[in-house]
């Protein structure tokens, strides 16, 4: 035992003096990524800008390339606006667009609206454009190979400076102090602000100067720095190795040092002493020395490269690296709490190492860690590999060895146990309780199937619980493990994490996780597409927020979400991930080490993978506050292609449409979320696809409006962006084509109807007109009836009168009695016989009228002076049945008149029209009511036989009150139901 204790303290100064001696790291890191030629990257591009829209422009003698995060792009114009060249050799971002300068000399300065070009020789001088520069001012300067210039109200002056040696421009650029700063080959001038002369101030490599944080510095041709300032000595940077600094020295983010070296790109820190020092390297060196060509830092604060096969980004993981030191290569990490303030960290074939706040390390006796229990702040049990249990209780260091059955078998999980005892886990050898160092069997639990517990917890309120293989989850009892039944609904697989919540009970398992609500479990559901699978650790952090370890990385619930989870288990919650994107290295294990995640003293939250160990700040996580804007490419419509311009004009016949967009999210772009909509045809937003593009048909004429919005990968939104365009009509989509079409439609509709009426008539007048042939023929039948019967008869009855007569006295009363008789008879005789001619003629239209006055004036023999007659249009046969039938009706509305209206004139008329018979009778009388021109008087039938006759022979007959008064009867009947079929001579009006 002594030897064994001599063993350790030699242990733990040699991990001392390592922890004294090693370099500290700054924990932090970055993702690199690199685009190649495979990947459409530029290669060997001179100069990179960004402008304010987001997007990254490279600039290569091959041309220029856009970039928006995704695709690489080959462009011959900028905002629609054609390229002088293709050979770029400088680029500037400038508030209002984008200059570019051309090998061969000119510069174009482009922005959205438009494009101004200065050609070299007339506006700009002569020589390649090798730089273009603002100062801090916003004052461009732009550099040939033959001299310097600046831009003034639209024109290029040149610098007033005296003479510099013959020899060709390479670089220019501008210091913090405003100090110009030029190169010459390997010689490097200044021009200090109000000065009129360069000055020499140093000698560079043929990779000449670069702007570090503000400040020029010079690559040395022996390698390393000169660190230069007008006015002031050159100062050489402390570099580890000089030598191998041979590229340019970059500044990025955050005030970071970086550099290109054989063996590849490095970030340097500063040791103790000042010199700088590789802290992060990047894969090996590629080229020549891995050669830097241009840089820029874009608005996101990621880092971009141009070497000479590609372009490189480097961006800032939100999560930090922990460097274990020396044993960083190892597997299978475990990284909790120890004692006090100190984070214990260990991996397979290693140490058990503490790490005290003050930031020293010491190694324990404990190897390969797989299970650690934290009592309380001074008392912590950890678990090995090969079975032996440690106890560390304040500064006493205990080890209690397994029995021999168990050696050999890791410690899969420790908890408190009951009556102050402690329940340990082992691998295929089930649940164990440990007290002063006697290991004694759990019986109850031995009769289970796979009886090891995979993880264990004492919850706040003192129960112990055991999560099994196959969904089973189990809570210690004083009469042994009880296992919860099937009906509880656990169906998360093997149950790998158990954690405590406010009172609540979480259990993680392969599946899945979920809250057990009593003695039924409610799974977590995940908003989106992918699920929380391969739960290997669970904790909160001081702000109530939730995390898991998962396969897909550390997903994070805001109290905000689980406060919902907690009233609406059934309801998607909102989640994020932290997976490599953001630094996550490697997957933690799904069976021991467990748990992978833990909450320290100060608030940081560990987590532990098969490769390593990180850590997240919870409460100041690193977000991106800038929205990517949203940048409209084209639109595409009958296989041509329009710029996405305001109010843009679409050809007639356009009914499918693909507008192309994009957002330069340049951090996290596969994170990036972009939606559009199009009002009047999308109900709502729609989520836009890889492609980044809306597809639409069956569009129809008229004016759209389409819309745009991007988020990056922490939810900003940008403002959308709305496009205008219109889709001009065909001629027979116009308006007034679809109101002349409606108007033809109602011409139609109105023939139809005027056909169908007189369709309508036509059958009317030919079942009048078989009415009326019936009623001829009944006339005629009648008049041949009455003179074969009656007349004959009567005839023949006068015969004999007149034989009787003849025999009686001359002047006896009989003779006179009889004669009369006779007279009387005859007369009867030939008013009938004019019947009988009157049923087998049909009368003219002047006989009509004539036989009209003729019985009115019968009917009102002191009435001559009232009436007055007349007729219009040709007279022309009418029908018998029909000329009766209007005698009457005329009859009884001059009657009428004549007896009720108190008229001093009634006029009477017929008009003998080409489309019908038209008859009034119009009196200045007192006029008639409505009820009585309807249905007559009460107990009076004239007015109803009046309608009555009138339809029977299929006429329309309209009673009211004149216009000066009076009442006016006006009778029509259609001329195919009126007139014989041939017409008279016309005749003049007659007037009586």
Request: aromatic share 8%; net charge positive.
């Amino acid at each position: 035992m002594g030897l064994f204790r001599l063993l350790l303290g030699l242990l733990c100064c040699a991990v001392m003096a390592w922890a004294h001696g090693a370099p500290a790291a700054d924990e932090r890191s970055y993702e690199h990524r690199r685009w190649g030629r495979a990947e459409g990257a530029p290669q060997l591009a001179f100069a990179a800008a960004q402008t304010s829209d987001g997007m990254l422009w490279f600039g290569t003698s091959d041309g220029l390339y856009s970039f928006d995060g995704l695709r690489f792009r080959l462009v011959s114009a900028v905002w629609g606006h054609p390229l002088k060249a293709s050979n770029i050799a400088s680029l500037l971002a400038t508030p209002q667009g984008l200059m570019v300068g051309y090998r061969y000399g000119g510069l174009s300065l482009f922005t959205p609206g438009a494009a101004t070009h200065y050609h070299a020789g007339r506006d700009f001088p002569l020589g390649s454009t090798v730089s273009i520069v603002a100062r801090r001012d916003g004052a461009v300067y732009a550099a040939t190979s033959t001299t310097i210039v600046r831009l003034d109200g639209g024109r290029w002056q040149a610098l007033a400076h005296a003479p510099l040696p013959r020899r060709p421009l390479t670089q220019i650029d501008f210091d913090d102090d405003d100090t110009l700063w030029l190169t010459m080959w390997q010689d490097v001038y200044a021009l200090a602000p109000g000065a009129r002369q360069f000055h020499r101030v140093a000698g560079s490599s043929q990779n000449g100067i670069s702007k570090v944080h503000g400040r020029i510095h010079a690559v040395q041709p022996d390698g390393g720095y000169l660190a230069l300032a007008a006015g002031a000595p050159a100062r050489r940077l402390a570099l580890d190795q000089p030598a191998q600094y041979t590229d340019i020295l970059i500044g990025g983010p955050e005030h970071s040092l970086w550099a290109s070296r054989s063996d590849g790109i490095v970030r340097l820190g500063r040791r103790a002493d000042g010199t700088l020092d590789p802290v992060e390297r990047f894969g090996p060196g590629r080229g020549v020395n891995g050669s830097v060509i241009s840089h820029l830092i874009d608005r996101e604060g990621n880092l971009w490269l141009a070497t000479l096969d590609g372009v490189e980004r480097f961006r800032r993981h939100r999560l930090r690296q922990f460097d274990p030191g020396p044993e960083r290569h190892r597997l299978n990490w475990l990284a909790q709490p120890g004692l006090g303030q100190e984070l214990w960290y260990g991996a397979l074939g290693a140490a058990l190492v503490r790490q005290l706040p003050d930031g020293r390390r010491l190694a324990t006796a404990v190897r390969s860690p797989t299970a650690l229990y934290r009592v309380s702040p001074e008392h912590v049990w950890v678990g090995e590999q090969s079975g032996t249990l440690w106890e560390f209780h304040g500064t006493r260091t205990r080890r209690w060895a397994p029995p021999a059955s168990l050696r050999r078998f890791p410690i899969q999980a420790i908890a408190a146990g009951p009556d102050g005892g402690l329940l340990v886990a082992v691998s295929r050898n089930g649940l164990w309780h440990v007290r002063d160092g006697v290991w004694t069997p759990d019986a109850s639990n031995s009769t289970l199937a796979d009886p090891t517990p995979i993880s264990m917890l004492a919850d706040e309120a003192g129960q112990t619980w055991l999560g099994y293989t196959n969904n089973r989850l189990g809570r210690l009892t004083a009469a042994g493990v009880r296992l919860l039944p099937a009906t509880a609904g656990i169906e998360l697989g093997n149950v790998t994490s158990l954690f405590a919540y406010r009172g609540r009970l979480l259990i993680g398992g392969d599946l899945g996780v979920a809250w057990m609500d009593g003695a039924t479990a409610r799974p977590l559901l995940a908003a989106g597409d992918e699920r929380l699978r391969g739960i290997s650790g669970i904790a909160a952090d001081r702000q109530g927020d939730l995390w898991l370890h998962t396969s897909a990385g550390l997903a994070h619930l805001s109290a905000q979400a689980l406060g919902q989870f907690w009233r609406a288990p059934q309801q998607p919650v909102a989640w994020e991930v932290f997976n490599h994107e953001d630094g996550l290295r490697g997957t933690s294990s799904k069976v021991r080490p467990l748990p992978s995640l833990a909450l320290d003293g100060d608030g940081r939250l560990y987590y532990a993978t098969m490769e390593g160990i990180g850590w997240l700040d919870p409460a100041h996580i690193r977000r991106n506050p800038v929205a990517p804007q949203v940048i409209l490419e084209s639109v595409a419509a009958g296989g041509r292609y329009y710029p996405p311009q305001a109010g843009l004009p679409l050809p007639p016949r356009t009914t499918a449409l693909d507008i192309r967009f994009t957002a330069a999210a340049l951090s996290i772009p596969a994170r990036a979320r972009l939606r559009y909509q199009l009002d009047g045809v999308d109900a709502g937003w729609r989520e836009a696809t890889q492609d980044r593009a809306a597809h639409y048909t069956n569009l129809t004429p008229g004016q759209y409006r389409f819309h745009v919005m991007a988020a990056n990968e922490d939810g900003v939104w940008s403002p959308p962006v709305t496009l205008t365009f219109a889709i001009a009509p065909t001629p027979w989509q116009t308006a007034w084509f679809k109101a002349l079409c409606a108007a033809a439609l109602l011409l139609v509709l109105y023939l139809l109807y005027r056909w169908r009426m007189a369709a309508v008539a036509r059958q009317a007048a030919l079942r009048a007109s078989i009415r009326m042939e019936g009623t001829v023929n009944e006339r005629i039948r009648i008049a041949r009836s009455l003179h074969d019967n009656l007349l004959q008869g009567v005839q023949a009855l006068i015969m004999r009168c007149q034989a009787v007569l003849a025999g009686l006295p001359p002047h006896s009363d009989s003779h006179r009695l009889l004669d009369g008789t006779l007279d009387y008879a005859e007369q009867l005789l030939d008013e009938t016989r004019d019947e009988v001619m009157a049923l087998r003629r049909e009368q003219h239209g002047q006989q009509l009228l004539a036989q009209l006055r003729q019985t009115l004036l019968a009917s009102l023999p002191d009435s001559g002076s009232q009436l007055r007659f007349a007729t219009a249009g040709a007279a022309r046969t009418v029908r018998a049945g029909v000329a009766g039938e209007i005698l009457y009706v005329l009859r009884e509305a001059v009657l009428n008149s004549a007896r009720h209206a108190r008229a001093t004139t009634i006029t009477v008329s017929l008009h003998f029209g080409q489309d019908a018979l038209l008859c009034e009778v119009g009196d200045d009388g007192q006029g008639i009511d409505a009820a009585t021109a309807t249905a007559g008087q009460a107990g009076h039938w004239g007015i109803v036989g009046m309608r009555e006759r009138v339809a029977a022979i299929g006429g329309e007959l309209a009673i009211g009150n004149g216009a000066s008064g009076g009442t006016v009867v006006r009778l029509r009947v259609p001329a195919a139901l009126a007139y014989q079929a041939a017409a008279a001579a016309p005749l003049s009006p007659v007037q009586g």
